[in-house]
């Protein structure tokens, strides 16, 4: 099930059965090459773009002068030529669209207003044009997006629709008699809304509405509309503005409005669907719902440029939290005059390290998305199902790295104390500002609905065409499973019987093959499942139909969300052959079973209850996860050193070193006071000889 997702049944790499030397060493720079990936030299760029001053944003801006400052750094882009990668030669593009995406991700540590500001004009905007349009639109309007002169906006999300896409309510309905569309939001909820560059700036919009001709509704195209000139909205389009919010102020997000606005037949973004001068519609694509899935398809790029930016974010928060985490000393323990470092205590560990653990998995897994986009829209690998491939995979690891990011920059902060609170070390900021990634280029709520979708549709191609001998042997093979599994008589994944020994239950935990078997075997479980009580649905009346399916909604996205999960795990254990140092291989695969063991973890119950793990088993997960934080504690700085990132980017005052200052200056101070003999006495220290003397007093007597 769901090969064309997942690697349940490829061989797992040699990196797996690795030795477990203790006295390994991180080699930073083997690990930032391996963490850089492909497009290294231009992630490396995009940094060093990133780190200057001018692409910063001072705390305290009004939203009107972060607006401001946001679109003057657009221009900065521009003469830069960071904008232009994934767009053709023909109009001085570079047909790259992996590095495209990979550089864009590194702008989240500017600002991510800045970032978001860019990804709707270049990311969304010009996307369209480019992927929907044909070479004459790309020739008209491409030269002036890239360069700025066309600020747009990419009109899709409704008032009253969002993530349904398909139910807007904007129409462009076609005049023969002046081979014109007229645009038209019919009512308040079909105005559109959250449209970046839409209060102020844009002059342009990508707008989204069902195409109507000769009477017929033909589904959601693309329309290019000019929305304004030096004067303001062109006449019948109008909009308001959607003021402050959450984050991201630095965008002049809006509403627009539409009545009876007359565009050229020749607007139509033309690719998939046409409008001949009388009104005939024509498509390559006969099926109505496959080819609004294929346009939709095509503008995949913000989802997987907010995954990996996502990342970028995580990143730049477990640099901050774990540096000032190995220079803070809170309470006193083996010492009287030198209290312990932060991260030494083993809580503080568990909130940050499987974090960290996590990170990796997630940015290991976008690289692999990203050349898996980059294989689709460079055309080397190009079919129906690369793309359904695409798609459902980003949707997948977006929405575990948007809300992995969110978690993230909360305990960073919280783990930070009130240092992490001040404005100056930038969690609340960019916590504010990640919120909205969670819920735009499609709530991931939804995102997952879709993943669980597709894991069923690969699900039933197991038994296409099955006779009924098939069928019946499946549904035995599946009762006598769930029999085995309940009773115990079967332990997935448990390469040595529970004998009693902790130590060899927890080697078996340790075990690739055995996390492998249990996450996957989870995934397929849970489908199989799903897939079993959707039965019911087929051939009831559609009310019935829907009835049960949301019955079945929750376990579904759990369903998706494990297989995101699996994805993650497998593409952490694929990069840990593309390490060439021994000693970093080795600290990477403790981080990787910590991130497998933490999911087995979070899941325990599940793994118990359908007869996955014994209890014996279960009971020595949490110590040995215990001790995966004791190996990996003394390397946590190299790990995030080895995410590349500067001052100029991290840009908070309790990664600078400040601290360690602090705290030196503290215990040479105590030292000096002790060696001069003027130190005060405690009064613990006090009560204590006084009680010892009274008790050597008695005992003489």
């Given amino acids: 099930m769901t090969q064309t997702l997942s690697t349940t049944e490829r061989q797992l790499p040699a990196s797996a059965a690795i030795s477990d030397n203790d006295a390994a060493v991180v080699d930073t720079d083997s690990l930032s090459r391996a963490l850089l990936g492909k497009w290294a030299d231009i992630r490396l760029q995009a940094r060093a ?36 990668r994934a767009f053709p030669k023909y109009v001085g593009g570079e047909d790259n669209h992996g590095g495209n995406v990979a550089g864009f991700a590194e702008l989240v540590t500017a600002d991510p207003s800045l970032q978001i500001k ?59 008699a002046t081979e014109e569309f007229i645009i038209n939001t019919p009512f308040r909820a079909a105005w559109k809304d959250y449209i970046g560059n839409g209060a102020v700036n844009g002059k342009a919009a990508v ?88 346009m939709i398809g095509t503008l995949v790029q913000g989802r997987v440029s907010l995954d990996g930016a996502a990342v970028a974010a995580s990143k730049l928060a477990l640099k901050t939290a774990i540096q000032y985490g190995t220079e803070r000393r809170q309470f006193n323990g083996a010492s009287d005059i030198r209290e312990e470092v932060l991260m030494d205590y083993q809580q503080h560990q568990r909130r940050l390290l499987p974090l960290l653990a996590t990170t990796f998995a997630a940015s290991f897994a976008h690289d692999e998305l990203l050349q898996k986009f980059d294989d689709v829209f460079s055309g080397a690998h190009d079919t129906d199902e690369d793309r359904q491939d695409l798609e459902t995979l980003a949707a997948a690891l977006k929405s575990l790295s948007t809300w992995h990011a969110l978690e993230t920059l909360q305990e960073c902060r919280e783990a930070t104390g009130g240092a992490g ?28 609905q879709l993943v669980a979708k597709r894991l069923l549709a690969d699900y039933a191609k197991e038994f296409a065409g099955a006779d009924f001998g098939v069928l019946a042997r499946y549904v035995v093979g599946q009762a006598a499973d769930v029999t085995v599994h309940r009773t115990g008589l079967r332990r997935i994944a448990q390469t040595v019987a529970d004998s009693g020994s902790e130590k060899k239950s927890a080697i078996a935990l340790r075990d690739p093959r ?27 009346p559609k009310e019935k139909g829907a009835a049960i399916f949301n019955e079945n909604q929750h376990a579904l996205i759990e369903a998706a969300r494990a297989h995101a999960e699996l994805l993650q795990w497998e593409g952490f254990t694929r990069a840990l052959d593309r390490i060439d140092d021994a000693g970093t291989r080795q600290v990477m695969t403790w981080v990787r079973d910590l991130f497998g063991l933490c999911l087995i973890e979070k899941n325990l119950g599940w793994y118990l209850m359908n007869g996955r793990l014994s209890a014996q088993r279960a009971r020595t997960l949490g110590p040995y996860i215990n001790r995966l934080l004791a190996k990996i504690r003394p390397h946590a700085l ?56 009274k008790k050597k007093s008695g005992k003489k007597k």
């Fill in 207 to 294: 707008v989204f509405a069902h195409l109507i001709t000769r009477g017929v509704d033909h589904g959601v195209h693309a329309f290019y509309v000019e929305l304004r000139d030096d004067n303001g909205f062109l006449p019948g389009v109008g909009g308001e503005d959607d003021g402050v919010k959450g984050g991201l102020n630095g965008i002049d997000n809006g509403r627009l409005h539409f009545s009876n606005v007359r565009i050229p037949r020749t607007n139509l973004l033309n690719k998939y669907g046409d409008v001949a001068a009388d009104g005939t519609y024509t498509s390559a694509i006969s099926s109505p719902g496959r080819r609004f899935f294929t």
């Fill in 638 to 693: 190299d790990l995030v050193d080895s995410f590349g990132y500067g001052q100029e980017h991290l840009r908070a005052s309790i990664a600078s070193g400040a601290e360690k200052a602090r705290q030196d200056e503290a215990f040479e101070y105590q030292r000096l006071l002790r060696a001069s003999g003027a130190a005060p006495v405690d009064e613990k220290v006090l009560i204590a000889r006084e009680k010892a003397a």
């Fill in 118 to 176: 860019a990804g709707v004009q270049w990311g969304l905007f010009g996307s369209a044009v480019l992927h929907l349009g044909n070479r004459e639109h790309h020739e008209k309007w491409l030269p002036g997006i890239m360069s700025l002169e066309i600020p747009g906006c990419f009109a899709m999300t409704e008032t009253g629709h969002g993530s349904d896409v398909a139910s807007i309510a904007t129409t462009a309905e076609y005049d023969a």
């Fill in 514 to 540: 055995a996390q492998h078997d249990l996450l996957a075997d989870r995934v397929n479980t849970m489908v199989a499942e799903v897939a079993g009580a959707l039965k019911a649905a087929r051939g009831l």
């Fill in 49 to 84: 773009l990133a780190g200057q001053d001018a692409l910063h944003t001072p705390a305290g801006l009004s939203h009107h002068e972060h607006r401001e400052r946001v679109m003057g750094q657009l221009k900065i882009l521009v003469d830069a030529g960071a904008v232009h």
């Fill in 421 to 448: 609170f001040l404005a100056e070390n930038r969690f609340t900021a960019l916590r504010a500002d990640l919120d909205i990634y969670a819920t735009f280029e499609g709530d991931n709520t939804v995102l997952l």
